[in-house]
């Protein structure tokens, strides 16, 4: 990937071989070019995320604070909100198969009537039904203005002079519905981490109580997500990742080569790589615990305490998101780590 060269090897020797030869001259290539993507589609997440940024700058100008207070971080989170479920967020662009147009693929699709949707089901005695009798598997004129009335609402949130209780719900209510009506659009929204923080601003009868249950959502966020990579599976994440990593140091062959047990006649991934994933795994369950014990309240009983304990947290956080930001993955789940 790095010089981004065609794959070495002859097309039509490759196609005549079987499975298990194709196999193993596809993980051959990865491990020498990675993914073999060409540099437009990488300048085009650069050009992206500098939007991204610039949005969310614009967004924070409707407030009363600067652009890092608190009131900047509730639009934040409502501006991924509306970002990830316009389809400009995670999963976008030319590396998830997205060419033309790059985004708002998803916003086509939830605005486009007769579309197939997913209701949420439940487990019944005569099997798996649709919570709401009338969801339907196609998108109706309901669905539509409802996904047109969520971006409303959240761009009516986000311009309004605070965010509070009155700004907020109608968000909460619109994407809780659309959930039932269409599992995909409460995914694509990434519902689990924004709208969970949405409810934290809705329901705080202070600024205080508020922050504090959107740390615990992110909290939770972080855990969950180290244990979700509890496996002997993880290791072939980190060992394809670093093959395809674009900026990163480790595109130098022979770190890529450490990767595998015994390069090229032994491509299952060696001690290093299940150190370094299992390590990853680690780092991602301590930090956020560091950070939530961390802080005034535990000065007097803890050894990283206060300031310390915060900032070593928060360096930790910061390049562990920054690892896998450039690893640039299949799929390019860039914003979460932004």
């Not at 900047?72 to 030319?94: D, H, K, T, W, Y």
């Amino acid at each position: 990937m790095g010089s981004f060269r065609l794959a070495p090897y002859d097309i039509e020797a490759w196609k005549r071989g079987d499975l298990r030869e194709k196999i193993r001259i596809g993980a051959l290539s990865w491990i020498q070019y990675g993914f073999g993507v060409p540099p437009l589609p990488v300048i085009f997440y650069i050009l992206k995320h500098y939007f991204w940024y610039w949005a969310w700058r614009y967004f924070s100008s409707f407030g009363t604070g600067g652009w890092l207070e608190p009131d900047s971080m509730q639009r934040l989170i409502l501006f991924n909100m509306l970002f990830e479920v316009l389809g400009m967020g995670c999963a976008s662009g030319p590396l998830a198969g997205q060419f033309l147009p790059p985004v708002l693929n998803p916003a086509y699709h939830f605005l486009w009537l007769g579309t197939l949707k997913v209701p949420y089901r439940v487990n019944l005695r005569d099997g798996r039904r649709p919570l709401l009798p009338f969801a339907g598997t196609r998108r109706t004129v309901v669905d539509v203005s409802l996904y047109a009335g969520l971006i409303a609402a959240c761009l009516r949130a986000l311009t309004a002079p605070t965010i509070g209780y009155d700004e907020c719900a109608p968000v909460v209510a619109l994407l809780t519905l659309l959930g039932l009506l269409d599992t995909t659009i409460w995914l694509a929204a990434r519902s689990e981490v924004y709208l969970s923080m949405t409810i934290c601003f809705c329901l705080a009868d202070t600024p205080a109580s508020m922050w504090t249950g959107v740390k615990c959502v992110q909290l939770g966020i972080w855990l969950w997500s180290s244990v979700s990579k509890w496996g002997a599976w993880f290791p072939h994440v980190i060992q394809t990742m670093i093959c395809n990593s674009f900026v990163f140091p480790f595109t130098l062959q022979s770190v890529r080569r450490a990767m595998f047990r015994k390069y090229p006649a032994d491509l299952r991934t060696s001690s290093l790589c299940q150190l370094v994933a299992h390590a990853g795994t680690a780092t991602e369950l301590a930090f956020p615990l560091l950070l939530a014990c961390s802080g005034p309240a535990f000065d007097a009983s803890w050894a990283l305490t206060g300031d310390v304990g915060a900032a070593l947290g928060l360096f930790v956080m910061t390049g562990f998101h920054v690892f896998i930001f450039v690893q640039i993955a299949m799929g390019a789940p860039q914003e979460w780590n932004m």
